[in-house]
C-alpha cells in the first residue's frame, strides 16, 4: 500500500521560517513533489525532489531523504498570501499518490 | 501554459442518476488523471489513463468508471449517484517522460448528491 504522512495543522508568523515535514511508504519511487492550494483552488506545482538533497527555488526549498523515506518543505520570509495547503506527493509508478495535505496559517 | 478544463465548477444531481464529469487538456498530454479530494482525507486517486482507450484503477474505484476516447478528453462516470460520492472532483494531466513531470489540475468540479 501507500501511506504519506504530513502534519494537519500549522500555524507561523509572517516573516519567519516554517518546515512542513512529508514521511513517505510506497511501493515504488519516482519522486515526491510538493504541491500549494489555496482554498476552492487548484493545486499547483511547487517543488520536485528525486536525489537526497536540497533543492532550493526562491523563498520556497525541499529536503529529500530516500533512506529514511522523509522530506520536508521549507518556507522562508513568510507572507500572508503562503496562507494555503500544502501538498506532499510521491510516484510510485506513473500515477501519484498524496498525502492530506498541511493547512498553513500565516499570522500578521 | 498548460490548460486543464472541467466541465462544470458546481454540480447537483440525484441519489441514482448516472453523472459524467468531462475533462479536457490542451497540451498533448499523454497521462490523465481523476481524483475526490475530500477534508481530512486529502486527493485519492480515482482512476488514470496513459494512454487513448487505456485505463488503470487508483485506490477507490468501486462506484465509478472512465471513458478515454480522445487523447486530449478523459471523462468520469458515477454509473448510479450515491450521497457518499458527494466531493470535489479533480482532474490533472501530465506528460509520460521520466519521473520529474508534474501533474496540472484542473480547477475542479464540486459535486453534491441529494
Keep these: 500500500g501507500q501511506n504519506i504522512d504530513q502534519p494537519t495543522e500549522m500555524t507561523a508568523t509572517e516573516g519567519a521560517i516554517v518546515q512542513i515535514n512529508c514521511t513517505y511508504q510506497t511501493s515504488g519511487f519516482n519522486g515526491l513533489f510538493w504541491y500549494q492550494q489555496h482554498a476552492g483552488e487548484a493545486p499547483t506545482f511547487l517543488s520536485y525532489n528525486v536525489l537526497d538533497g536540497l533543492e532550493e527555488k526562491g523563498r520556497f526549498s525541499s529536503f529529500l531523504s530516500r533512506s529514511k523515506g522523509y522530506s520536508y518543505l521549507l518556507l522562508k520570509e513568510l507572507q500572508m498570501k503562503d496562507s494555503a495547503s500544502y501538498l506532499c506527493a510521491v510516484k510510485p509508478g506513473p500515477d501519484m499518490r498524496f498525502g492530506a495535505g498541511t493547512r498553513l496559517t500565516v499570522k500578521p | ?114
Design chain 2, 1 to 114: 501554459d498548460v490548460k486543464v478544463t472541467q466541465s462544470s465548477r458546481y454540480l447537483v444531481k440525484r441519489t441514482g442518476e448516472k453523472v459524467f464529469l468531462e475533462c479536457v487538456q490542451d497540451m498533448d498530454h499523454e497521462n490523465m488523471f481523476w481524483y475526490r479530494q475530500d477534508p481530512g482525507l486529502g486527493l485519492r486517486l480515482i482512476y488514470f489513463s496513459y494512454d487513448v482507450k487505456m485505463k488503470e484503477k487508483g485506490d477507490i474505484p468501486e462506484g465509478y468508471s472512465v471513458s478515454r476516447e480522445k487523447k486530449e478528453r478523459f471523462s468520469l462516470i458515477l454509473e448510479s449517484a450515491s450521497t457518499n460520492q458527494t466531493s470535489m472532483y479533480l482532474c490533472a494531466s501530465s506528460l509520460p517522460r521520466g519521473g520529474n513531470q508534474p501533474q496540472h489540475f484542473g480547477d475542479g468540479t464540486r459535486l453534491s448528491i441529494l
